[in-house]
């Protein structure tokens, strides 16, 4: 046997193939849906997922403003944000982003939380692309669609 047929495959950022991946969100769970688009992204459905390389996918989220939420998790859970000044800690719930101009960032900011908090984690975030309603502007890249 020659020892090099054994060789193991690494892969690196000129070798790595992204594919496109669409996900409705549509009365799904946030939790759930985050957990497996964070799952997505990192690489880790894929053989060749490295730690410390993006090997993930591009993923859509659609329908991000039909999210559903378990329990009272709609009005009692609080997410905090801190400008830094004097007086500039907000306080918001999911109803009240939800109801906002941009309700896909509730998907945002599960899916951010649940990446690396390092520059892999960054660069994995913008391979997200999460729209309010049922259309989106990547048909072009011919996203498979698959089902949670």
Known sequence: MDHNSYKTANPTTKTIEKGWVLVDAKDQVLGRVASRVAHVLRGKHKPSYTPNLDTGDHVVVINADKIRMT???????????????????????????????????????????????????RELFRSLHVYAGAEHPHAAQQPKEIKF
């Open 71 to 121: 329990g009272k998790k709609w009005t009692d859970r609080v997410y905090f944000s801190y400008s830094g000044y004097p007086g500039g800690q907000r306080v918001l719930t999911p109803k009240m982003i939800g109801n906002s101009k941009h309700p896909e960032r509730l998907v945002e900011h599960s899916v951010r939380g649940m990446l690396p908090k390092n520059s892999l984690g």
